[in-house]
T-cell receptor
């Protein structure tokens, strides 16, 4: 069974600070997806990274896929209260669940104004 | 991105009753949809795979007679929680796979509270 270790599990920082969320595994994934989920809503896909070493930017969010496709990171610059939510990473294929995904446990992020 | 809609968003029911939750792919066809359960402050737990025109596949530990899944069309899957009890109270989420890209898009979730 593949595992995705996501860290930190909880993070509370002040508006304007930078932060990084990590997603690590000993297994190789064909791709990795990042989702953000707000309370009472379903996860919303932020990005999919496919190529080892790939870097994608979404405004103040920077996503990186490790060269070996075993790990990924999400970096947020100048965090805003609107960034508050649960961030989930999910690795695709190579022994994932029936939906093809192995989910991390999530990072609860709170940005205080 | 693709749109997946769930209904109802929240439901309160009495113990012993059955509740049906719908999951629709609004702008694409989905031969496969998935149902998840999420407890507070936890990640998603896959319950079952809903296959259009065939029986659902349940994950280990999920009671198929308790959680009935029907996928009658390429855009609709339903989850029925039968004889609901307070311990069934949870946030239920569906997802649908876009065939061409393999990406999953999630519904908004349905909050079930059983009194």
């Amino acid at each position: 069974t593949q595992l995705l270790e996501q860290s930190p599990q909880f993070l509370s920082i002040q508006e304007g600070e930078n932060l990084t969320v990590y997603c690590n595994s000993s297994s190789v994934f064909s791709s990795l997806q990042w989702y953000r989920q707000e309370p009472g809503e379903g996860p919303v896909l932020l990005v999919t990274v496919v190529t080892g070493g790939e870097v994608k930017k979404l405004k103040r969010l920077t996503f990186q896929f490790g060269d070996a496709r075993k790990d990924s990171s999400l970096h947020i610059t100048a965090a805003q209260p609107g960034d508050t939510g649960l961030y989930l990473c999910a690795g695709a294929e190579y022994g994932g669940g029936a939906d093809g995904l192995t989910f991390g446990k999530g990072t609860h992020l709170i940005i205080q104004p | 991105g693709a749109v997946v809609s769930q209904h109802p968003s929240w439901v309160i029911c009495k113990s012993g009753t059955s509740v049906k939750i719908e999951c629709r792919s609004l702008d694409f066809q989905a031969t496969t949809m998935f149902w998840y359960r999420q407890f507070p402050k936890q990640s998603l737990m896959l319950m079952a795979t809903s296959n259009e025109g065939s029986k659902a596949t349940y994950e280990q530990g999920v009671e198929k007679d308790k959680f009935l899944i029907n996928h009658a069309s390429l855009t609709l899957s339903t989850l029925t929680v039968t004889s609901a009890h307070p311990e069934d109270s949870s946030f239920y989420i569906c997802s649908a796979r876009v065939t061409t890209t393999g990406e999953l898009f999630f519904g908004e979730g349905s909050r079930l509270t059983v009194l």
